[in-house]
């Protein structure tokens, strides 16, 4: 087992006039290749500074982050928008998907900052649209498409340029729960048969239970770091 | 919900190009989708921009059409000439025609035995008087001249000839019509041979002048020349008080352009003396125009209004710009979100920027290239259909086009800072 991510004594403190406030008060994390992750915790934990910090949206203020090799602490705004491009694959609770644009184009944007040629950027995004079961609906435009639909495209989005790691910000959030289960068995099943790292962050324990290791995030601190027993889906 | 199960294989790693970052091309067909996204709006945008550079293409058209009709008229005029007129010249001092001496045939002879470079000189003897044919009427201006005449203003006979040096000599009852006249007094039908009056006397028709436009002394198309002999002993009263025969101006047309200040000087010089004046000019009675000069302050003047009309168009176009400022504002705004999601995914701040200025820039140009047509609209029928000659020049449509593009990025850079510069995690997270 690799690990990809190495988080170490990572704190972050933001300034609002007069108060600091501390989000993150060291952080110890590691996780490995091909982990299954959700990080759980109440609004205000930290979570959500948390997943931007793994995400390359944020830098801390103190501590080591290292994804995939890379130290990501110290780097500038321009050498996190190209590891966030190769490095990291989002799914969002609002889909985040361009409405004007098929699907197919919706899946492909993002390697156009890459830099990567038309004809393998579609082929790409042809199979990886395949891959969550929208291999029909190509063309489809985001108001054609129901919401569930809508998140697989965005799952499609993340996985095309095969990412380390793919980062889920409430993936359900916008979903009923027959389709917030069939897009976290989806989910389930590209880290099982692909292999990919998935860390998902929610509030909902129901929908952490679909991971192999939870963990909690409370008062800037992880309050729980273990490997989830009561196991939703397929074994 | 299973998974396409035949898609085994994972997507391989992407082999990295060694240079990161989105062709202009990507950009450029980002911009115009979302160009294309809010048609109306597009288009109204770039209507402001459409309007300006329309006018600046049209009134600089016009205005250089129109400079250019000033200077052929003048040209066909003969910019060598110099005419002498009475009175004093514009500068101060005693006011009006008080103590003036009119010019006189003395002083055309004073000229001629000069044996300047020169072709005349040209006496003229303008007066109204009633000109009338079998079938028309009105009162006209006469002008009496030389057979030098037709020579010294390069005049083109449409049928018939200029009445000779004869003529002259023995003050025949000749006319030579200019065109505007003749047509009033025959209509289309031939002129020459027949017999008009100037006030109670006959004159025969001996030609008809090609039409040449106007000039500061009013159009020779309207006039009736005669033999100045005539004018001035059978027609007019000839006679100044001292008992001279008067003329009204005197045309010399100097034979080389670079002679012109020579011979003005020289024709000063020479009537002064004649006339008993000061030598230094202080108390001239005559004045000598010359017409070359006469023709550069008259294209300034109407260059000078063309710049000034084409600052006023300028003036529409800078509002132009600032719709395309103010659309492409609420443009980020709106679509906080979408940029966002872009960072997040990996584009960088600079290319959130070209975007933007890109699609200012397609804005403000394609307004242009329309505005250039439609600018254009309004010159080229006037041309085509001979009302007035403005050939559209490359020159306005190169001014029109930068100064749009310079719009489009003076007036979009600061809407593309602002996209370029937003946070990704709140730009994410706008409603």
Not at chain 1, 64 to 71: H, M, N, P, S, V
Not at chain 1, 90 to 107: G, K
Request: proline share 4%.
């Amino acid at each position: 087992m690799t690990a990809m991510i190495t988080i170490e004594g990572m704190t972050k403190v933001y300034t609002m006039g007069e108060f600091e406030v501390h989000a993150l008060r060291g952080v110890n994390v590691t996780i490995n290749s091909g982990e299954f992750v959700a990080i759980m915790g109440p609004s205000g934990s930290g979570k959500s500074t948390l997943m931007n910090m793994i995400g390359c949206l944020d830098t801390p203020t103190a501590g080591r982050y290292q994804l995939d090799g890379i130290e990501v602490a110290s780097l500038n705004d321009n050498d996190l928008s190209a590891v966030r491009a190769r490095k990291l694959g989002f799914v969002f609770q609002q889909y985040m998907l361009l409405p004007r644009q098929t699907a197919l184009a919706n899946v492909e944007m993002p390697m156009v900052y890459r830099g990567i040629p038309a004809s393998e950027r579609k082929r790409r995004a042809t199979v990886a649209l395949e891959l969550v079961g929208m291999g029909n609906r190509l063309d489809h435009r985001p108001n054609e498409l129901s919401g569930g639909q809508q998140q697989r495209v965005a799952i499609a989005r993340a996985l095309a340029g095969s990412p380390s790691v793919i980062l889920a910000d409430e993936p359900t959030g916008a979903l009923d729960s027959t389709t917030s289960e069939e897009i976290m068995l989806t989910l389930q099943q590209l880290n099982r048969e692909q292999g990919l790292t998935i860390i998902i962050v929610t509030h909902e324990a129901d929908i952490a239970a679909y991971a192999d290791r939870i963990v909690t995030i409370r008062d800037g601190v992880v309050l729980h770091d273990r490997k989830n027993e009561a196991h939703h889906g397929v074994e | 919900m299973a998974l396409n199960n035949s898609k085994r294989q994972i997507l391989a790693p992407v082999t990295e190009s060694k240079s990161n970052g989105l062709e202009y091309g990507e950009l450029l067909r980002v911009s115009m989708d979302s160009l294309m996204a809010n048609k109306l709006r597009t288009f109204l945008t770039m209507l402001g921009v459409i309007i300006g550079v329309a006018s600046v293409v049209s009134l600089m058209t016009l205005g250089n059409g129109a400079s250019n009709a000033i200077t052929n008229q003048f040209s066909s005029l003969g910019t060598n000439n110099l005419t002498i007129l009475p009175g004093r010249p514009n500068r101060g001092g005693p006011p009006g025609q008080i103590g003036v001496q009119p010019l006189t045939m003395t002083d055309v002879k004073t000229i001629r035995v000069l044996k300047l470079p020169i072709n005349g000189p040209v006496p003229n003897f303008t007066n109204q008087a009633t000109l009338s044919a079998a079938a028309a009427e009105k009162s006209g201006q006469v002008l009496g001249t030389t057979a030098e005449y037709k020579d010294v203003n390069t005049i083109v006979m449409a049928s018939g000839s200029f009445f000779s040096e004869g003529n002259v000599q023995s003050a025949s009852q000749v006319v030579v019509l200019g065109s505007n006249l003749k047509t009033f007094l025959f209509g289309s039908g031939e002129a020459v041979g027949e017999s008009i009056r100037i006030n109670s006397m006959n004159v025969r028709v001996v030609g008809v002048m090609e039409a040449k436009g106007g000039n500061p002394f009013g159009s020779v198309d309207d006039q009736a020349l005669v033999p100045i002999t005539l004018a001035q002993s059978r027609l007019f009263a000839g006679r100044s008080t001292s008992g001279e025969l008067r003329v009204s101006n005197i045309t010399v047309a100097v034979k080389n352009t670079e002679d012109i200040p020579f011979v003005e000087e020289r024709l000063k010089m020479a009537l002064r003396d004649a006339r008993k004046l000061n030598a230094d000019g202080t108390d001239d009675d005559f004045q000598v125009l010359n017409q070359a000069s006469f023709l550069t302050s008259l294209t300034q003047v109407t260059s000078l209004l063309t710049t000034f009309l084409a600052a006023v168009a300028g003036i529409s176009l800078l509002v132009g710009g600032i719709g395309i400022m103010n659309i492409m504002l609420v443009s980020v705004t709106e679509r906080t979100r979408e940029i966002g999601l872009r960072r997040a995914v990996g584009a960088q701040s600079k290319d959130i920027l070209l975007q933007f200025m890109i699609e200012a820039m397609v804005l403000s140009m394609l307004g242009g290239i329309t505005g250039v047509i439609v600018g254009s609209i309004l010159p080229i029928i006037l041309t085509i259909t001979k009302i007035f000659e403005a050939p559209v020049t490359l020159s306005s449509v190169i001014i029109s086009l930068t100064v749009s593009l310079a719009t489009g990025l003076f007036f979009g850079i600061w809407p593309a800072r602002n996209a370029a510069r937003l946070n990704p995690i709140q730009a994410l997270r706008h409603e």
